[in-house]
């Protein structure tokens, strides 16, 4: 499998299956370097944005509670992530953070604020976020 690199960087493969075979090797390095970087990027969020840290009062957990008062009939959690430009493993920490704030005042999230699984486009499930009368009413005055 003689695949030779020449010095413009590109390639030259012997066979068109050499050639299919390598490029489906890069593709596949590109994609875990892909998968790696986005998996940088979630852990990396602000550290006030995290379960163990302080009262949770970050900015994208205020973030979180406007986006959620401003739509009454819910937002899906990858709307979420792209509007507060997080990724979707960054949600769950929001939402103990929320958590936090509600039992703080006194009420429980699950009262406050509905969690629905919906299907995208694509197939695929995701969750809708939708606030009670409750939850808006309360978040509306915080």
Known sequence: ???????????VCDTPDEAISM??????????EARREARRVARAGAPSDHV????????KTTALQ???????????????????????RSLPPLMVALRRRAREKGHDLAQ?????????????AVSRYRLTEEGVKLLKED
């Open 1 to 11: 499998m003689p695949i030779r690199v020449m010095p413009d960087g590109s390639f």
């Open 23 to 32: 490029r489906d090797r890069l593709m596949e390095r590109r994609a875990k």
């Open 52 to 59: 163990g840290a302080g009262n949770g009062d970050g900015d």
């Open 66 to 88: 406007a986006l959620l008062v401003d739509s009454p009939d819910g937002i899906s959690s990858d709307d979420l992530a792209q509007h507060l430009g997080v990724g979707a």
């Open 112 to 124: 406050l604020l509905v969690r629905e699984r919906i299907f995208d486009q694509s197939g695929r």
